[in-house]
Each structure stands twice: as C-alpha cells, then as structure tokens.
C-alpha cells in the first residue's frame, strides 16, 4: 500500500505564472483533501472531495485558485495569477469511508516559491 | 466553529523522561480529536485519534492522549521520550459531522540527550 505521492515536491517560479500540483491519494481511498502550510503555522484547510464531486471549499480559496479530482481519482490543484503570498506548503490528504472517524493520511507536500 | 490551541510553542524534556504536549478544543458538538506529528520537509504522519470510548488513546510509537470533555483537552503523553521523538506535533480536531481537520499551531518538542 503505497502512500499519497505528491508532484512536484517543490516548485519555483515567478510572480504572475500558473502553477499546477498533482496529488495521487492512497488507492480506494474515495476521499481527498488539500490543505495550505505556511512556515511555522498549522496546515490550513483549503477544500475537499469525496470521489469525484467537490463537496467543500474554504474562504482561503480564492478565485485564483482551482482544484480538480476527474474520475475520482488523483486531483489537481491550480493556481493562476501567483502572488507572494500564495508561497506555502501544499498538502494533500486521503482517507477512506463514508464517516469522519477515519485519519487523514498526507503526502509530503508541494513547496511553492514565488520569485 | 473550531479550534485548537497548543499553547507551548516548545517543550524541551531529556531522553527517558515523560513528556506531555498540550491541546485544548472548542467545539460545538462531538468532537473527534487527532495527534500528528511532522518531521522536516515531510507531510504529516497519523499518530492517534479520539472518537468515542475510552478517554485514554493509545497510538504508534509509543504515544498516548487522555481526553478530558471537562477541560475540552486532549494532552499527548510518553512516558519515555526518545531523542528520535524529536519533531513538530500537531493536534487537530474534527466536528462529527464535518470534513475539514482544523489544526493547532504546533508544538515543537526538542528530546535532548
């Protein structure tokens, strides 16, 4: 049972670009999560998806950002336009079942540098 | 809403002393409370979780939680720190009904030798 993977583990770019992160959750795993760590700070909810349909997102979603998991399966989170300030930790998360009493199991992060 | 607070930013204990790492919650409901743990440039790692039953959570590597409903606390314990414990611990709670973890702001514990 391979864990969440991550892709890229760490991205720079500059002030303006798009970026994309992929996440690939434990398989059978029906429900997937990302979440925003800043330096020094406790990750950050940002949205949620059970299977394929995005069931929950944060006000810290701004427009800017975007995230997809077609076919239920991995998930991609987008973000236009980048400022400084989206430079953060971004984690993914899995976890399996119908109700919240399973943990959520994370990957190792994408690091976003904004130039 | 939710939240956590850790309220040491770092708890510093010497190896094969106990060590005990505080959270407290506020939520409206049922909570279920978790404990993770991170080491540098890597994600978050599972180590226990409170659901219902038994206040007293045992979990990997060693760790346990006592949750307190009266004092809406859920204390992380060991009762011999290790130097390899050495890491960035978070608790984070989840309302029973809900999706989203909402996590404290993490506690630094430094196991010196």
């Known amino acids: 049972d391979t864990g969440v993977s991550q892709n890229p583990r760490h991205k720079i770019t500059k002030r303006g670009q798009n970026v994309t992160f992929r996440c690939d959750p434990i398989s059978e795993h029906n429900r997937l999560y990302w979440y925003r760590q800043t330096l020094g700070q406790g990750p950050e909810f940002l949205t949620y998806?059970?299977?394929?349909?995005?069931?929950?997102k944060s006000r810290l979603l701004s427009d800017r950002f975007s995230a997809e998991r077609p076919k239920g399966s991995f998930s991609t989170l987008e973000i236009q336009r980048t400022e400084q300030g989206d430079s953060a930790m971004y984690l993914c998360?899995?976890?399996?079942?119908?109700?919240?009493?399973?943990?959520?199991?994370f990957g190792d992060g994408t690091r976003l540098s904004i130039l | 809403a939710q939240s956590v607070a850790q309220p040491e930013d770092q708890v510093n204990v010497a190896e094969g002393n106990p060590l005990t790492v505080k959270c407290t919650y506020s939520?409206?409901?049922?909570?279920?409370l978790f404990w993770y743990v991170q080491y540098p440039n890597r994600g978050l790692q599972f180590l226990l979780k409170?659901?219902?039953?038994?206040?007293l959570v045992k979990g990997s590597y060693g760790f346990e939680a006592e949750f307190n409903k009266s004092q809406t606390s859920f204390h992380l314990k060991k009762p011999s720190a290790l130097v390899s414990d050495s890491a960035l611990y978070f608790c984070?709670?989840?309302?029973?009904?809900?999706?989203?973890?909402?996590f404290g702001g993490g506690t630094r514990l430094m196991v010196k030798p």
């Open positions: 409170y659901i219902t039953g038994d206040n």
């Open positions: 939520v409206s409901g049922n909570p279920y």
């Open positions: 984070a709670v989840r309302l029973n009904a809900g999706n989203m973890l909402t």
């Open positions: 998806f059970q299977n394929e349909a995005q069931l929950e």
């Open positions: 998360a899995s976890s399996v079942g119908q109700g919240g009493n399973q943990p959520q199991h």
